[in-house]
């Protein structure tokens, strides 16, 4: 029998499955698109009329110009820098703490502690931050405190889960040939496996510390401080030019975050 007679078979029904399961897919989620969409009722002409362009365009209008007053810009700076420091304490605690878990739920100390590691990262990471900020709130009162807490308690999970796919996934011969070699458990791992997963989860971190900067400002809304807690008090009161700044804010300490991220991993990709 001719080898290629056996592989067009083959490739003929590997082509004939593939195509019925992205057919079933894919109306799998237009049927769930559909299904949103009148759900919401949406009214698009309403959305898409002249009128709410026009009251759009005024109400974006208003913002103009920026309160640019020394005294206010000294205000939204400190505003920024608490809402930076909410992001690194939250993700530094979250850093440490996702670390402890990952060992355990990568399933370095049996099968029972990895169902209950994973299970206690699930159930942190599926709180949003915004439900453990309103209960910090509670806890700790208001202030930027409790939203360090929040995102601390949500990014645990997140970073806990990311860092043990990284210790499953990385190659366990050097951590193999060590023990092998008389070292024990934690020098093992320490010199085998964590050299190669600690770019990856220095990345995770930082990519996490961005987002966190984000979530610190939205946090603000439910009385963590920062600017959105600035934000939210300007709005509430109609001051659309002092709410402008603080968006500026905002922007230029995402885009300070993000480009001193990028230096940092592409400063560890080159060493």
Not at 40 to 47: H, K, P, Q, R, V
Not at 172 to 180: F, K, V
Request: glycine residues 8%.
């Amino acid at each position: 029998m001719n080898a290629n007679d056996v592989q067009e078979p083959c490739a003929a029904r590997g082509a004939a499955d593939f195509c019925l399961s992205c057919v079933l897919t894919s109306g799998l989620l237009i049927a769930a698109v559909v299904a949103s969409f009148a759900y919401l009722a949406i009214d698009f002409g309403a959305l898409f009329s002249a009128d709410s362009a026009a009251a759009m365009g005024k109400f974006a209008i208003s913002f103009l110009p920026p309160d640019l007053d020394p005294e206010f810009v000294r205000k939204t700076a400190w505003g920024a820098l608490q809402t930076f420091s909410v992001a690194m304490v939250g993700t530094l605690l979250a850093t440490l703490a996702g670390l402890l878990l990952s060992l355990p739920a990568a399933g370095r100390q049996g099968v029972a502690t990895a169902r209950l590691s994973r299970f206690l990262l699930n159930l942190l990471r599926s709180v949003p931050e915004l439900v453990w900020a309103t209960l910090m709130v509670l806890v700790a009162g208001l202030g930027p405190f409790a939203g360090a807490l929040a995102l601390a308690l949500h990014t645990t999970g997140v970073l806990g889960r990311l860092f043990a796919e990284a210790i499953e996934n990385a190659p366990r011969q050097p951590e193999q040939s060590l023990r092998e070699a008389g070292s024990g458990g934690v020098p093992a791992f320490l010199y085998g496996t964590q050299p190669l997963v600690w770019p990856q989860c220095v990345a995770y971190g930082l990519y996490r510390l961005e987002m966190n900067i984000r979530m610190a400002a939205v946090l603000g809304f439910v009385g963590a401080g920062g600017l959105g807690q600035m934000l939210y008090y300007h709005l509430s009161i109609f001051q659309q030019a002092q709410a402008a700044t603080v968006l500026i804010a905002m922007f230029i300490l995402v885009l300070a975050v993000d480009a001193l991220s990028d230096r940092l991993r592409k400063r560890m990709a080159s060493v």
